[in-house]
């Protein structure tokens, strides 16, 4: 661990037969040393490159580098036993950056503020890079399009707002969820995160986001509210969906549930899309004329 590296200066990767050096040391802008190859456009930390030189698991390389060197390596945070388990994905992890003009303007168009994105609640950052862990091993990347990170009690769902597909990566699960207390007896669950966010601008309900359209926490079960508005979108899947919990809260709950969503007035196919096109005192004007129409 005393030996030195210059940054700038060009480096064989240890990780394979490297005959011309391709690898330099860069500095992360919370002060982690990483080596880049730029030939095969990868990052590693040194718990990635030890794993990659070892042939072994990241958390293996983690626990055999603490075992070398406990002085230097620290174990803390990583994820439980669960997250670690092969039958995951993976996990990830980001460091993020400062909310560019281009981030501001994408949520302003929205009418989202700030204060919403930075609350624990429903926090939200724009991502500088992110590592994705597998059991097996781990990969940086350096996004140079949008990317907003979502974070969860148990994982985090990257969002990639600029691209077709795919547009999501995520280490959640269907029991990773938003939840937003503000003292009504009135719960409405929105199909995505951007679309809580966006609602809530446009009425004084409870919220809680899916994970997608087509999951169903478990926690919905347990909620103690007089009445649930399903936001899920107007279409052929957001209608089974919403026929589909609503027949579950109905007769087996026997909570009073609604399913309020656009119509696709003006071709909007939701009310974030909605906002966008029209303005936020179009889209409440219209949400407030769908639930006197629904009840």
Known sequence: MNAQVCLGKPYLNPTRVDKLPGCKFIISSNGAILLHDYSRRETYN???????????????????????????VSKYPQPSK????????STIFIEPKVFSQEAIDYWGQRNVSLEQLERCETSVEQVLSYTIAYPDGSRMFFPKDLCFAYHFDNGIKLYFPNREKPRFKS???RNSVWHLRRGSDTLFVAKANKDMLVVENLCDYDLMSLSNEGSTPDILWKMPYGNIIL???????????????????IHNEGIPTIHLHTGFVEGAKDWDELVCKRGVDFASDLFKQKLYEAV
Not at 49 to 69: E, N, P, T
């Open 231 to 249: 936001g899920h979108d107007p279409d052929e899947a957001g209608l089974l969906g919403a026929n589909k919990v609503m027949m579950e809260l």
């Open 82 to 89: 669960s997250l670690r388990d092969s039958s995951r994905k």
């Open 46 to 72: 040194c718990v990635s490159c030890w794993a990659k030189m070892k042939g072994m698991k990241y958390w293996d390389a983690l626990d055999d580098l603490y075992r070398i060197m406990p002085i230097y």
């Open 171 to 173: 280490s959640t699960d």
